[in-house]
């Protein structure tokens, strides 16, 4: 945690990046304001430590404000509703956060919200935001190597079980760590989870969109219990600006191979071409300007 949370500058950078301390990472907890980044602040028996019993947002900072911050304290306010937290209003929290930030560099903000101490029925929240790295930068241009790997549910398993709580950005993503651990230890950039009955879902942190033709198409969240990604919403709303038409489709491996282009979407990793899928190349779309719409 207290790498994640503490990033020093090198003496080389300058201007606005260099804060007080030399430190450019940010901790803000609800009731408490800011603290150093390395406080150690959450308790033991905090049921987002013991149980990832909790819910979280990732915003992107840029020009020192939070992107889409609507758009995420939304979704947050849905993912609170499932899990029956009572997510407090933190639209303050994060605007104080990001108004540490220097405006001339990416950050990732994170809004987390925990069920709190078992027995207390108070939850704990907090704000950090950490540097986007510069290999996720890097990522947006080289594009990724991506690996299929099995989700092991059929497509329409979470819909009809809400308990799995499909669609709901929970505290508890070992499952997607361990995805993409194991895409790399086997020379991969990064996954695509499939399900058993054989369709694309998403990536462990972000969503798939692919064009076919004039259309630019992302998976249902509806049918799959996905989650919802706020930058694909947010790009399909505006392919019309780039001549195309949006939709939401399923989707097989092998359709994705012949496919004109695709991509895994996030608000921190921008937009970042699918290079090869399972060692085959895929088709990339240097033409359309998905990158502009969004701003990355
Ligand atoms: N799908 C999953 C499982 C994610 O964790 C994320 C983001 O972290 C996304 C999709 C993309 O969501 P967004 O565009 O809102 O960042």
Request: proline letters at 4%; hydrophobic letters at 40%.
């Given at each position: 945690?207290?790498?994640?949370?503490?990033?020093?500058?090198?003496?080389?950078?300058?201007?606005?990046a260099?804060?007080?301390?030399?430190?450019?990472?940010?901790?803000?907890?609800?009731?408490?304001?800011?603290?150093?980044?390395?406080s150690?602040?959450i308790?033991?028996?905090?049921?987002?430590?013991?149980r990832?019993?909790?819910?979280?947002e990732?915003?992107?900072?840029?020009?020192?404000?939070?992107?889409?911050?609507d758009?995420?304290?939304?979704?947050?306010?849905?993912?609170?509703?499932?899990?029956?937290?009572?997510?407090?209003d933190?639209?303050?929290?994060?605007?104080?956060?990001?108004?540490?930030?220097?405006?001339?560099?990416?950050?990732?903000?994170?809004?987390?919200?925990?069920?709190?101490?078992?027995?207390?029925?108070?939850?704990t929240?907090?704000?950090?935001?950490?540097?986007?790295?510069?290999?996720?930068i890097?990522?947006?241009s080289?594009?990724?190597?991506?690996?299929?790997?099995?989700?092991?549910?059929?497509?329409?398993a979470?819909?009809?079980?809400p308990?799995?709580?499909g669609?709901?950005?929970?505290?508890?993503?070992?499952?997607?760590?361990?995805?993409?651990?194991?895409a790399?230890?086997?020379?991969?950039d990064?996954?695509?989870?499939?399900?058993?009955d054989?369709?694309?879902?998403?990536?462990?942190?972000s969503?798939?969109?692919?064009r076919?033709?004039?259309?630019?198409?992302?998976?249902?969240?509806?049918r799959?219990?996905?989650?919802?990604?706020?930058?694909a919403?947010?790009l399909?709303?505006?392919?019309?600006?780039?001549?195309?038409?949006?939709?939401?489709e399923?989707?097989?491996?092998?359709?994705l191979?012949?496919a004109?282009?695709?991509w895994l979407?996030?608000?921190?990793?921008?937009?970042?071409?699918?290079?090869?899928?399972d060692?085959?190349?895929?088709r990339?779309?240097?033409?359309?300007?998905l990158?502009?719409?969004?701003?990355?």
């Open positions: 945690m207290r790498h994640a949370l503490r990033l020093m500058i090198t003496r080389e950078d300058t201007g606005a260099l804060r007080k301390n030399d430190s450019v990472s940010v901790l803000a907890v609800l009731g408490r304001g800011l603290l150093p980044a390395d150690p602040f308790r033991a028996d905090d049921l987002g430590l013991t990832g019993d909790g819910i979280f990732t915003v992107h900072v840029r020009h020192g404000k939070p992107w889409m911050l758009e995420h304290l939304a979704r947050m306010a849905r993912s609170a509703t499932r899990m029956e937290l009572d997510l407090p933190l639209r303050g929290l994060a605007e104080l956060a990001c108004e540490q930030w220097p405006v001339d560099r990416e950050g990732a903000l994170k809004l987390v919200c925990t069920r709190g101490v078992d027995g207390t029925n108070e939850v929240c907090y704000a950090t935001i950490t540097p986007v790295s510069d290999k996720a890097e990522l947006r080289t594009g990724m190597a991506v690996t299929t790997l099995s989700y092991g549910y059929p497509a329409g979470r819909t009809e079980a308990w799995l709580l669609g709901v950005k929970s505290l508890s993503y070992a499952i997607n760590m361990a995805s993409q651990r194991w790399q230890a086997n020379g991969f990064d996954a695509l989870w499939i399900s058993s054989g369709y694309a879902l998403e990536g462990p942190t969503t798939l969109v692919w076919k033709g004039d259309r630019l198409l992302t998976v249902p969240a509806a799959t219990g996905i989650l919802a990604g706020t930058t919403r947010h399909l709303d505006r392919a019309g600006e780039v001549g195309l038409t949006a939709g939401e399923m989707v097989t491996p092998a359709e191979v012949e004109d282009g695709a979407i996030s608000g921190i990793r921008g937009i970042v071409p699918i290079r090869t899928l060692g085959v190349e895929l990339t779309d240097s033409a359309t300007n990158r502009g719409i969004l701003g990355f």
